[in-house]
Structures are given as C-alpha cells and as structure tokens.
C-alpha cells in the first residue's frame, strides 16, 4: 500500500448504445460501440504511467471492457461501484419520464422499483472507506454513481452528484488537499 494520501481516479465506461441516446442504463448489460470501444483504448497512453495500488470495476460488462482496453485487464470486480438502480426507469430517457413526472430528475425524485439516495450512499461510502485507507485507486464504472461518488468523497449528499458532468470514456481523479478532499482533475479526455 502506498503511503501517500490517498486518490480516487475514476473511469467512465465507454460509449454505449443507450448512453449515445440517452436512455437510463443501470442493470442491462450492454456492450460498447464502436466508438466506446474507441474512447477506451484512447484512456490507456493517459493511464499507462499511473502506478495504482488497486484497480476495481463495475461487474457490468461495459466498465470491465473499459478497463481491459485501457490496460487494465483483471479489475477487482466490486458490486458496490454499479450504476445507481433506475427500476421502472430502465432504459428510459429522462424525457419520457417527464411526460408522466415533470421536472423528474435522478438527482432529486425517486426511481420506482429502483434504489433510494440511502441505498446509494451507503454503498458508495463503503468504497470511500476502502479508498480512505491509503494509496491510489482506480474504478471503472458509470456516469450517474460515479458522479455521485465524487459528491461522496467531498462529503456532500449523493444529490450534488448533479453538478459533476461526466462524459463516456473520461477519466477524473479525487484527492486531498491538506487534509481537505478535493477534484485535482475532472472528465479528462484524449478525444
């Protein structure tokens, strides 16, 4: 284990077929585009010379692709870092889920069938403990969860999650600032 503060860099997956139209994908398991494939392989030359003392990823096969062809080819895989649960809302577009709840957002309205903001938090503060305990790590996993674990890591509510725009194939990294958690780098791309 290093023994430096510890840092948090975060991956997004690749481009999807869901994703490119905007379609809430937490559960179904889809494989990259082209073009997704494309934006992973471009995170390995910005990867490459990072030493990390554990690499982890979401199950889903969009992030474990991520991560293989951006150099990374045996993640630890961890439950924890799957995209927030959408329920009912799988596979929809945030437009057509404002035609029956106007103004419906993930960030501020429930998701029926899906998971709470308290079931999200607790599971992303259990890797927040994990990455607290020193050196660098590095998630593969998706756009919403990760966004709400940087909310996490700067100890604010999964709902300012919000405000963290985050891209397909970008990488990001969190750490300290003096004992301060902090975003050193956001939604970095080679594209």
């Known amino acids: 284990m290093s023994e430096h503060a510890p840092e948090l860099w975060l991956a997004r997956h690749g481009e999807t077929e869901w994703s490119k139209a905007w379609r809430h994908t937490s559960f ?16 390995r030359p910005l990867l490459a ?16 692709r991520t991560a293989e062809l951006a150099g990374f080819a045996d993640p630890q895989v961890d439950e924890d870092l799957v995209e927030w649960d959408y329920g009912d809302y799988e596979g929809l577009t945030t437009e057509t889920i404002r035609e029956s709840v106007p103004g419906w957002t993930v960030w501020t309205h429930p998701s029926p069938g899906g998971e709470t903001a308290e079931q999200l938090t607790e599971r992303l503060d259990r890797v927040v403990a994990r990455v607290q305990q020193g050196g ?34 970008t990488y990001s990294v969190l750490g300290e ?13 080679s594209w």
């Open 136 to 169: 660098r790590t590095l998630v593969f996993g998706h756009g919403h969860s990760l966004r709400a674990l940087t909310a996490r890591w700067l100890g604010l509510g999964v709902e300012h999650g919000r405000s963290f725009l985050l891209d397909t194939g």
């Open 28 to 43: 179904t398991d889809l494989p990259l585009t082209d073009v997704g494939e494309q934006q992973a392989a471009k995170l």
């Open 49 to 64: 010379d990072v030493a990390f003392d554990r690499v982890l990823s979401s199950p889903r096969l969009r992030a474990r």
């Open 177 to 189: 600032d003096r004992g301060t958690p902090v975003v050193t780098r956001w939604n970095v791309a």
